[in-house]
């Protein structure tokens, strides 16, 4: 690990403002990803910004009757409180789906969706990596592909997003609270967070440098069934080979998302609109515009027969 200073904040507006006077820095609370990465040299951040005592760790209801999450609420505790399990269940079951009980003791919603890939090349600093070294090469593409994405890559990279707990965000059309360095605030659509790779693929959201999470919202309850499948190599503590987050109501209308597939989790608007028609016509409207290797391609048939399941225990057409 290279040296770096420290400093604590404490208010959300000064840690932006101590991140924007430190170039290169990060923001720390649970750390269980950054710590990882910084360790292995792929994270040399300068400076370090220390958030874990602002006080983000509340769920409260909000006015239209969603919920406000604090950046800084731990993933058991989300995934425990009786609110979310009631009313948004396939919340809490991809958060239970992730990781392992220690892990999410001391992950945060904010760090969860601001985790990085997984992808065996970026985490092998031998090995050049466009998303670790700008314009380095992508050593997957042509590489083992097994993981990776199959649809919404580039030339550039095919690295997949590992979070669980976004994917169901997704479904949910959740929305992300942040203050910049100037104390200025905004609120990002999650469907608009995460970046599909492109030609930048090392830039993973659309944050602005020192811009930090202080919430994420939910809509008011949607009803239906909430369900969240995730088919992984071993039965914990692995990420997601796809994932499939679901919510659907009893005539079969609902929406979901996949993870596992793609550079974020991948929802598309057409695909929710076969849902009624079953999994086999969600499934090529999902993956319309995919771009298998012979590694990965088994993961299109695997998420249409995990829709089958989902939608059969919907009680919709499967």
């Known amino acids: 690990m290279k040296p770096f200073t420290y400093e604590r904040a404490d208010s959300p507006a000064a840690a932006a ?11 720390i609370a649970g750390g269980t990803n950054l710590l990882d990465l910084m360790k292995l040299q792929i994270e040399t951040p300068p400076h370090l910004v ?10 409260d209801k909000t006015d239209d009757g969603g919920l406000r999450i604090g950046a ?3 993933n058991t505790d989300l995934a425990a409180d009786d609110r979310v399990r009631r009313d948004y269940g396939v919340l809490s ?20 969706l601001l985790q990085r890939t997984r992808c065996p090349y970026f985490y092998d600093t031998n090995m050049p990596c466009n998303k670790r070294t700008p314009g380095s090469g992508c050593s997957a593409i042509g590489g083992y592909s097994r993981q990776l994405a199959v649809v919404g890559s580039s030339g550039s990279c095919i690295a997949t997003h590992p979070s669980d707990m976004a994917v169901a965000m997704r479904a949910l059309d959740a929305m992300v609270e942040t203050v910049r360095s100037d104390g200025s605030t ?19 959201t659309n944050l602005a440098p020192a811009e930090l999470i202080t919430a994420v919202t939910l809509p008011k309850p949607l009803g239906g069934k909430h369900i969240y499948k995730k088919v992984r190599d071993r039965a914990s503590y692995a990420f997601a080979l796809i994932s499939v987050a679901a919510v659907i109501g009893k005539d079969g209308k609902g929406r979901v998302t996949i993870g596992g597939v793609a550079h974020k989790p991948w929802r598309v608007d057409a695909a929710d609109a076969q849902l009624p028609q079953g999994a086999k016509a969600t499934a090529q409207a999902l993956f319309a515009d995919a771009k298998p290797t012979k590694d990965n391609a088994y993961k299109i048939p695997l998420v249409e027969r995990t829709l089958g399941v989902v939608l059969a225990q919907a009680g919709a057409k499967s």
């Open 17 to 27: 403002a101590a991140a924007a006077r430190n170039p290169g820095s990060r923001f």
């Open 50 to 59: 220390d958030v874990t005592g602002l006080k983000l760790d509340r769920i």
């Open 72 to 74: 800084l609420v731990r």
């Open 93 to 112: 079951r991809a958060l239970l789906a992730g990781a392992s009980g220690q892990l999410r003791n001391m992950a945060t919603t904010a760090g969860n």
């Open 186 to 204: 905004r609120t990002i659509p999650i469907a608009d967070f995460h970046r599909l790779p492109g030609e930048t693929p090392h830039i993973d």
